[in-house]
């Protein structure tokens, strides 16, 4: 069984250390930022978002625990924002840790994550994920999600020419 455990701030210090350099990566990899800024704007964007840690009001940060084996997996973090005159959570972050990948908890865990929903009395899940992760992509489609906007891009060659 797989259950989502309220972070402790241990937990979110080590979390943070990688998450900031992972979301610099991908925001490189998107071609949204280049890789000279992209450590201190992610860095920027965390401090923005979650400006008093795991107790940032309307977050909500867990850990991905497997019962069944007893350790913990990976995370989730959700926040309350309004969409379209209806609260819903949005994902701001989910992660299974490369040894627990392909077992199953990332699916399980958006499960669990509609009970802590609905328990709050959401009206649904929102998340963004980057068009360069297929597997995301994949997963989401899998567990029902339709997309709602669809950026795009295409290279036509360097800038000035």
């Known amino acids: 069984m797989t ?10 210090e080590r979390y943070l250390e990688v998450a900031i350099a992972e979301f610099a990566r991908d925001k490189v990899a998107s071609g949204q930022w280049t890789e000279a800024s992209a450590l ?6 965390y401090a923005e978002l ?4 795991v107790s ?8 991905i625990r497997d019962d ?3 350790e913990t997996v990976g995370m989730i973090w959700f926040a309350v924002q309004e969409r ?6 949005y994902v701001y972050d989910v992660a299974v840790d490369a040894e627990h990948q392909r077992k199953g908890h990332a699916s399980r865990a958006f499960l669990a994550l509609e009970h802590e929903v609905r328990k709050q009395g959401l009206a649904g899940i929102a998340l963004h994920v980057f ?3 297929r597997g995301a992509l994949a997963l989401y489609e899998r567990l029902g999600y339709v997309p709602t ?9 360097n800038a000035g020419v």
């Open 3 to 12: 259950t989502l455990v309220p972070m402790t701030a241990a937990e979110f």
């Open 40 to 45: 201190e704007l992610s860095r920027r964007d």
């Open 50 to 53: 979650l400006p008093q840690g």
């Open 56 to 63: 940032t009001p309307g977050n909500f940060i867990y850990t």
């Open 68 to 70: 069944t084996a007893q």
């Open 84 to 89: 379209g005159g209806q609260q819903v959570a």
């Open 131 to 133: 068009g360069h992760n």
């Open 149 to 157: 906007n669809i950026n795009m891009f295409k290279p036509v060659g």
